[in-house]
């Protein structure tokens, strides 16, 4: 009788042994206050990747299709000096050395040749009138404007 006591007792520790003691340290020990590293790196990477692609962005502003299919062209200084003289003399003078508009020697050097499209043809810039030249007719304009 008392050894089969003795022998359940056993038993029973046994099978509190397997059962809440191990049971009880992996509940402990799930490294929940710790996120796991790899997640941390994954984040810092996706912040990264997002920071570049925004810098990015802002110093690459899409451009329009127009300005895209004119800066794609190859322009004629001299078509544009035609068109210069029909169009733009009447403000900026015979030789582009200024009147009632800005003097526009050396002008692509404080503008890039997308900012030169717009101020053509955005009209933001009152009296300058808004034109509406084709693509190539830009593109020999913008190649007129550069080598001045
Ligand atoms: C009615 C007068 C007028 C006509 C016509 C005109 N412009 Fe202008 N343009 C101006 C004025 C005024 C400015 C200065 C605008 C400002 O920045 O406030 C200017 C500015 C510019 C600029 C920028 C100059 C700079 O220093 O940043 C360019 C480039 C330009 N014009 C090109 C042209 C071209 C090319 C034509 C012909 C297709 C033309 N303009 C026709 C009046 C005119």
């Not at 059962?19 to 206050?33: F, G, I, N, Q, Y």
């Not at 710790?34 to 451009?63: N, R």
């Not at 035609?82 to 692509?108: D, E, R, T, Y």
Request: hydrophobic share 45%; charged share 15%; glycine share 6%.
């Amino acid at each position: 009788m008392i050894d089969e006591v003795r022998d359940l007792t056993k038993g029973a520790y046994a099978v509190a042994d397997k059962t809440s003691e191990p049971a009880l340290d992996t509940v402990l020990s799930v490294p929940e206050s710790q996120p796991p590293l790899k997640a941390i790196m994954a984040f810092v990477l996706a912040m990264i990747a997002a920071l570049v692609g925004i810098v990015f962005w802002l110093t690459h502003p899409q451009l329009d299709l127009y300005t895209q299919s004119v800066l794609s062209l190859s322009g004629s200084p001299a078509q544009g000096r035609s068109i210069f003289v029909m169009n733009c003399v009447a403000c900026h003078g015979q030789w582009a050395n200024g009147k009632v508009g800005p003097n526009l020697h050396g002008v692509s050097d404080r503008k890039s040749d997308a900012r030169l499209v717009q101020q053509v043809v955005s009209g933001e810039t009152p009296p300058m009138p808004q034109f509406q030249p084709s693509p190539q007719d830009m593109a020999d304009l913008l190649s007129y404007l550069k080598q001045l």
